[in-house]
C-alpha cells in the first residue's frame, strides 16, 4: 500500500463545474496536510493547507481533512480551463525531522 | 520576496562523474528540503535541513549522495559518482516554520545521466 494515494485520472470536468479530487494516506501521525498544483513542466505550486479536521476554504479552492477516515480531499468550484493541471496531495510527519510524502497526483482537465 | 532558485536548471552528465546542485532558500526560511522525481514516479522526500542541521536524511538513496548546508544558507547536493538511476529533476523547497509550515519550491534541477 503507498503511504498516499491518488487517483491518476484523468478528471475530466466542464467549465464552470465543481471538481472533486481525493487523497487517502496510511500514517496514522501525519500531522499537516497539503494540496500542490503542478503544471507540465513546472515545480509544484501550493493551493492549500489544513491541519485540523473539518473544512477550510480559501476562494475558490476547499479543502477537507477527516483524520478518522485518513482521508482529505480538495473541491475546486467553478473550475476553468486553466486549473488543468496535475495535483498532489501530500502529507507531513514528524520524524524528527518533517518528511514530507507525496501522492502521485491526480490529472484534471477542464473543459471549455 | 524573491523565491527558491536552483542551479542549474538542467545538467547531462555521464555515468561515473560529479554533478553538485544548489539551491538558495527564501530569506529567513531555516527549513531546507531535498526532493527528486524520476521520471513517472511521485516525488519522494531526500532529506530536510533546519539551518545547517540535517534532522531527517532517511530518503537519501545512497551514500553517493551527500548534502549540505554550511552557514544555514543555501544547500548543495552532491552525487558521485553519478549512476544512470539518478536521472529525474531535484527539488528544493523552503518553509519559515517547520511542521506546519508551507514549502515553496524552486524551478528543480532536471538532472539526465547517460
Known amino acids: 500500500q503507498k503511504e498516499v494515494e491518488q487517483n491518476s485520472g484523468p478528471l475530466s470536468v466542464p467549465e464552470g463545474a465543481i471538481a472533486s479530487l481525493n487523497c487517502t494516506y496510511s500514517?496514522?501521525?501525519?500531522?499537516?496536510f497539503f494540496w500542490y498544483r503542478q503544471y507540465s513542466g513546472k515545480s509544484p505550486e501550493l493551493i492549500m493547507s489544513?491541519?485540523?479536521?473539518g473544512d477550510k476554504e480559501d476562494g475558490r479552492f476547499t479543502a477537507q481533512l477527516n483524520k478518522a477516515s485518513q482521508y482529505v480531499s480538495l473541491l475546486i468550484r467553478d473550475s476553468q480551463p486553466s486549473d488543468s493541471a496535475t495535483y498532489l496531495c501530500?502529507?507531513?510527519?514528524?520524524?524528527?525531522?518533517?518528511?514530507?510524502?507525496f501522492g502521485a497526483g491526480t490529472r484534471l482537465f477542464v473543459k471549455a | 520576496e524573491a523565491g527558491v532558485t536552483q542551479f542549474p536548471s538542467h545538467s547531462v552528465i555521464e555515468k561515473g562523474q560529479t554533478v553538485t546542485l544548489r539551491c538558495d532558500p527564501i530569506?529567513?526560511?531555516?527549513?531546507l528540503y531535498w526532493y527528486r522525481r524520476v521520471m513517472g514516479k511521485e516525488i519522494k522526500f531526500l532529506l530536510h535541513?533546519?539551518?545547517?542541521?540535517?534532522?531527517?536524511e532517511s530518503g537519501m538513496p545512497n551514500n553517493r549522495f551527500l548534502a549540505e548546508r554550511t552557514g544555514g544558507t543555501y544547500s548543495t547536493l552532491k552525487v558521485q559518482p553519478a549512476e544512470l538511476e539518478d536521472s529525474g529533476v531535484y527539488f528544493c523547497?523552503?518553509?519559515?516554520?517547520?511542521?506546519?509550515?508551507?514549502?515553496?519550491f524552486g524551478p528543480g534541477t532536471r538532472l539526465t545521466v547517460t
Open positions: 530569506s529567513g526560511h531555516d527549513n
Open positions: 501530500a502529507v507531513r510527519v514528524n520524524t524528527g525531522g518533517f518528511k514530507t510524502i
Open positions: 535541513f533546519v539551518k545547517e542541521s540535517k534532522q531527517d
Open positions: 489544513i491541519y485540523s479536521n
Open positions: 523547497a523552503s518553509s519559515r516554520s517547520g511542521l506546519l509550515g508551507e514549502q515553496y
Open positions: 500514517d496514522r501521525g501525519s500531522q499537516s
